[in-house]
């Protein structure tokens, strides 16, 4: 069956950077794109971006340039989202989500929660 | 930036039909999944490609859109069925977005 695992979540502060891991399993990884999207305390879903899982190449939002990094291990099945430069305003979950063949995100990880306080 | 515009908050009496409206100018080229999520949980997709629902959510899930605003009706709304609906789509650009989302309410 079709899983994304996240690393755990953390705690730092600002100024710092922070890599979040989404390891896949049960289906070919190249095959489908991986979105990142994010979604502080109380607040709706934000698209972040997207990552071409086949040739590396990333998509990001018009709020999510800059400081975002998506990247892939190409000798497995793992994405990858490095914030650098942490806000207290970065502090939310952030989400690795699959888009299906029919465009759409079908599944989800589980969640990362980012605290960025001083 | 392109946007998805849905009302904050619909509340409906249980077993009334419950619609959640999502506006934006490219919806007539691009198509409009809708996605449950409940308190501490993570996103469900009920609605895909404008009207097409996935076998595992109730029939009483429908979705259906025209020129610049799509609808996701639930009919004969259930106390599980509270949670907030994001409306998703794309711009011209390929860019993704998710509305505001709209908090359904079934008292």
């Known amino acids: 069956q079709v899983q994304l695992v996240q690393s755990g979540s953390e705690v730092k502060t600002p100024g710092a950077a922070v890599k979040i891991s989404c390891k896949a399993s049960g289906y070919s990884f190249r095959n489908y794109a991986m979105n990142w999207v994010r979604q502080a305390p109380g607040q709706g879903l934000e698209w972040m971006g997207w990552i071409n899982t086949d040739t590396g190449n990333p998509t990001y939002g018009q709020d999510f340039t800059g400081r975002f990094v998506f990247s892939l291990d190409w000798s497995g099945t793992t994405a990858y989202l490095q914030i650098n430069d942490l806000k207290a305003a970065d502090t939310a979950v952030y989400r690795c989500a699959r888009e299906g063949l029919d465009s759409y995100i079908d599944y989800w990880g589980q969640g990362t929660l980012i605290s960025v306080s001083s | 930036s392109y946007e998805l515009t849905q009302p904050p908050s619909v509340s409906v009496p249980p077993g009334q039909a419950a619609r959640i409206t999502c506006s934006g100018d490219a919806l007539p080229k691009k198509y409009v999944y809708w996605y449950q999520q409940k308190s501490g949980q993570t996103p469900v997709v009920v609605i895909y490609?404008?009207?097409k629902r996935p076998s595992e959510i109730p029939e009483r899930f429908s979705g259906s859109s025209s020129g610049t605003v799509a609808s996701l009706t639930i009919s004969g709304a259930r106390v599980e069925d509270e949670a907030v609906y994001y409306c998703y789509s794309s711009d011209t650009n390929g860019h993704r977005v998710f509305g505001g989302g709209t908090k359904l309410t079934v008292l």
């Open positions: 490609q404008d009207s």
